[in-house]
Nanobody, 114 residues
Framework: QVTLAESGGGLVQPGGSLRLSCKASGDIGGIYAMAWHRQVPGSQREVVAVINSGGTTNYTNSVKGRFTISRDSNKSTVYLQMNSLKPQDTATYYC????????WGQGIQVTVSS
């Protein structure tokens, strides 16, 4: 049984910051990559940021320079530091872990509004 526990979402004003966390636990095996996706109702889910086992990161263009993906030393927790948030960042954010299978978190709401 694999569990992804997400935390850190909420309501923030434009220009503010949030830090999302996702801890993977259970028999997950070797992790190849960890990522954050997001989805707005009525739109397709999009990849926001990815970090692979070697520490290489990639970001969607709209968040480059504002968001930072990282992970802890034991590589079972992934973070997404979100700065200079914009209303268009409002979405449900999903943690994704790629190992022997692809695991998804349940999603956490981020709302950017004044």
């Amino acid at each position: 049984q694999v569990t992804l526990a997400e935390s850190g979402g909420g309501l923030v004003q434009p220009g503010g910051s949030l830090r999302l966390s996702c801890k993977a636990s259970g028999d997950i095996g070797g992790i190849y990559a960890m990522a954050w996706h997001r989805q707005v109702p009525g739109s397709q889910r999009e990849v926001v940021a990815v970090i692979n086992s070697g520490g290489t990161t990639n970001y969607t263009n709209s968040v480059k320079g504002r968001f930072t993906i990282s992970r802890d030393s034991n590589k079972s927790t992934v973070y997404l530091q979100m700065n200079s948030l914009k209303p268009q960042d409002t979405a449900t954010y999903y943690c994704v872990v790629a190992s022997s299978d692809l695991y998804w978190g349940q999603g956490i709401q981020v709302t950017v509004s004044s």
